[in-house]
């Protein structure tokens, strides 16, 4: 009886996250878990955190960024960093 | 007669005169002179060969007025140009004080700016508990119900950092973090939890479960001890509440921190300790890469959040080495040892004093040792964990444990003579079915005799997906915490499986699971089997009688029940 619900609670959730995706999909075109190939580099997604701290510091193709440089970037400034 | 008419006429004629008399103004009086032109004389009257003469010294009042007005006007515009050049003289001072000023005051808040900053960090959750069970929290404020509560879910809080930065001058620090924290201190008993006033005055308890706000971090760094020796460039000295040399650099290294909890934090070493560090990096000759990271202080014996009571201090040091060097932190392949030697947290009039149960009164010691590896887009880790007193039951039960264990019986009393003791209403016992009492005496015993042995094996990496924000993680836990103990009913497995996704720079969601298991098949043992670490020969836990060694009972049901738990976690850090 417990295991059924289980099952229940999870094929549900499953079915949920499966409705939001192809939602999103359908407005945006573009699938919501993909990164954007065509935003500027780097991308935080594809960098290294390795310091949680104000601001939090990334490492992307071997060069330190902070969460703000990398937003910067993001929205096509230019940004120079060692 | 005549005379008369005479004197009357006379007298008419003078008042005629004077009626038409006209007081004389020397500013109308004009005198009129004429020259002979053949003889050059002046007459008073005009007459043959006489033209007007020309006084030019002669008094012409429209002449004298037009003058005077014109002099007035040169002297008033002689006094108001000199009031409008002394005007310009003092503006001109007032505005260089004015630019002198505001150089100063522009350089004030562009230095402020620069020396001042401000950030947060939040975790928030929401979890559902599919099988709730006693043990450690899987995050700070995490305090779930016990077995029974089968789908108990919540949304909670479980961190709430304001860091705020101050930095005066280049090499001095100064960190202010105040943290949220659950404060949990009613009992129900209206006897112990409300406050008592006088002698006929009560307060209620609000200990019931508020968010408080505490310190964290408050310390001040000096940066630059060692930068006149280059390998050593960028070393800190840091006094007061602090990130410890080992938690915090593991939680960085992991990734994950605001999904769970790294292995030794998870079993009660804090993020936090109050004392004096040192610690920074060791170099290469061209200053390039980093060969060997450090970190090691003094502290106090108690954590961040309790009031020191010793004479003694721990001692904490951590070492990387990156055998070939490393770019950036925590690059390529490292290796770290971490070592902790304490002494609990007790005054000295106490500490000697005899005791089995040695859990606050033993020293303790933590070792750690890890081999990583670090990419950009995934890492894996490894780590094995040797302690010694290093695990008490209130570590066990941080999240939540039988009542039992907090001062309050469970169960139905014994009341008549069972298990060597003479049971009665004035003196109940413990069954051994049906409660936790027995087997709390136990786990005492097994975790606070002062000779528990830890040992521990741990895993954690995440790892990418390609062109996607999301990443997978997680982190595989394997502790004994008295491998003294064949068998041991505490000895556990941890493991936590999950599925990150990057929103934005500051934004990160997770789903999870995480999993406790109490792996060994669920048994007992007898008392005398448990007096060989100290479970007491003849003693009683929250008012009732325990099962005494000599009559040898057995008390069942070592083995906690398993938690199994799904996460929603949200981190947001700026």
């Known amino acids: 009886m417990r295991n059924s619900k289980v099952r229940s609670a999870v094929k549900t959730a499953a079915f949920i996250a499966m409705a939001i995706s192809i939602s999103a999909c359908a407005i945006t075109g573009n699938p919501p878990f993909m990164s954007n190939l065509a935003a500027p580099s780097p991308r935080v997604e594809n960098c290294a955190l390795i310091q949680q701290a104000t601001p939090s510091r990334y490492v992307c193709n071997g060069k330190v960024y902070t969460a703000v440089q990398l937003t910067d970037v993001r929205n096509g400034k230019q940004v120079d960093v060692k | 007669m005549k005379g008369r008419w005479r004197i009357l006429l006379a007298a008419l004629g003078g008042l005629t005169l004077l009626g038409f008399a006209r007081p004389l103004r020397a500013q109308n009086t004009v005198t009129r002179l004429w020259e002979d032109t053949r003889t050059h004389q002046v007459f008073t009257e005009p007459g043959r060969h006489r033209v007007p003469f020309n006084f030019t010294g002669g008094v012409d009042a429209n002449a004298i007025e037009q003058k005077v007005e014109e002099r007035t006007h040169d002297q008033m515009r002689a006094a108001v140009a000199e009031t409008a050049a ?14 002198d000023m505001q150089p100063a005051w522009k350089n004030y808040i562009s230095s402020f700016q620069n020396k001042f900053r401000i950030g947060t960090l939040v975790y928030l959750d929401y979890a559902m508990y599919t099988h709730p069970g006693f043990g450690p929290q899987f995050s700070e404020n995490f305090n779930p119900p016990g077995p029974g509560n089968e789908y108990f879910n919540s949304f909670d809080v479980s961190r709430v950092y304001l860091n705020t930065y101050f930095t005066p001058t280049d090499d001095v620090l100064f960190r202010f973090t105040p943290e ?46 060692l930068d006149s020796i280059a390998p050593l460039k960028g070393g800190n000295v840091t006094f007061g509440a602090q990130p410890n040399p080992f938690i915090p650099w593991e939680e960085d290294l992991f990734q994950y921190r605001f999904v769970t909890l790294v292995p030794w934090n998870y079993v009660g070493l804090s993020s936090s300790q109050i004392g004096l560090q040192f610690d920074g990096p060791i170099k290469s000759s061209n200053g390039e890469t980093t060969l060997a990271e450090y970190g090691f202080g003094a502290y106090d014996n108690g954590s961040f959040r309790s009031q020191e009571q010793t004479n003694t201090k721990q001692v904490m040091a951590r070492g990387t080495i990156y055998p070939f060097g490393a770019h950036w932190r925590y690059d390529g392949l490292g290796m770290t040892g971490f070592f902790n030697y304490g002494y609990g947290n007790t005054a000295p009039d106490s500490i000697n004093l005899p005791t089995p149960l040695k859990a606050s009164n033993a020293h303790f010691e933590r070792i750690a040792a890890l081999l990583h590896y670090s990419a950009e887009t995934w890492n894996l880790a490894g780590e094995f964990d040797y302690g010694q007193n290093a695990f008490n039951l209130g570590n066990l039960f941080s999240g939540s444990g039988p009542l039992d264990a907090f001062g309050t019986p469970t169960g139905k009393a014994v009341t008549t003579p069972h298990f060597g003791n003479a049971c009665s209403t004035t003196k109940p016992c413990y069954d051994t079915v049906g409660t936790f009492g027995p087997q709390t005496a136990v786990w005492q015993a097994l975790l606070q005799n002062g000779r528990e042995r830890n040992i521990g094996w741990d895993a954690f990496g995440h790892f990418l997906i390609p062109n996607t924000k999301l990443t997978a993680f997680g982190l595989f836990q394997w502790f004994r915490p008295n491998d003294n103990v064949a068998n041991d009913p505490l000895d556990f497995m941890r493991f936590v499986a999950g599925l990150s996704y990057q929103y934005n720079e500051y934004l990160r969601i997770a789903l999870d699971s995480q999993n406790l298991l109490f792996y060994h098949k669920n048994h007992g043992i007898t008392t005398m089997k448990a007096a060989k670490f100290n479970y007491p020969s003849a003693g009683s836990l929250n008012g009732l009688l325990l099962p005494t060694v000599k009559s040898d009972t057995f008390i069942p049901n070592l083995v906690p029940r398993d938690t199994h738990a799904v996460f929603l976690n949200l981190e947001f850090a700026y």
């Open chain 2, 86 to 99: 002394q005007e310009r003289y003092d503006n001109s001072q007032v505005n260089k004080q004015i630019t």
């Open chain 2, 180 to 225: 949220i924290y659950r404060a949990n201190g009613n009992n129900g008993s209206p006897a112990t939890n409300n406050t008592k006033i006088g002698r006929i005055t009560g307060v209620g308890s609000n200990l019931d479960g508020d968010l408080n706000v505490r310190l964290k971090y408050g310390y001040i760094q000096y940066h630059g001890l």
